[in-house]
């Protein structure tokens, strides 16, 4: 079982920062590979991130490539998605999971654990 906790949500003006943390509560973190995924008022969740066990591999949405980078910390068993240059279309809830894919994957229903999510809200 893999406990995931968000933080680091809230409100930003347009071309702000935030920074996304995602704690796991499991001795075996360094083998999931990890993802980060948004979900938006009245629309599907979608993958934003996703990392590597080692973070030797990265992979982004076309939507944020370029403005977002996802990292990992194993011995602190954390993953941060850093966000710059925040735009009011990123307003959403993004939420942490974590998938035993062989490889890092944008494919919602290939993630088994989730985090509750937290909001991150950009105004105009």
């Known amino acids: 079982q893999v406990q995931l906790v968000e933080s680091g949500g809230g409100s930003v003006q347009a071309g702000g920062s935030l920074r996304l943390s995602c704690a796991a509560s499991v001795r075996t973190f360094s083998t999931y590979r990890m993802g980060w995924f948004r979900q938006a008022p009245g629309k599907e969740r979608e993958f934003v991130a996703a990392i590597s066990r080692s973070a030797g591999i990265t992979t982004y949405a076309d939507t944020v490539k370029g403005r977002f980078t996802i990292s990992r910390d194993n011995a602190k068993k954390t993953v941060s998605l850093q966000m710059n240059s925040l735009k009011p279309e990123d307003t959403a809830v993004y939420s942490c999971?974590?998938?035993?894919?062989?490889?890092?994957?944008?494919?919602?229903?290939?993630?088994?654990?989730w985090g509750q999510g937290t909001q991150v809200t950009v105004s105009s």
């Open positions: 999971a974590a998938t035993m894919s062989l490889a890092p994957t944008t494919r919602v229903n290939e993630y088994v654990y």
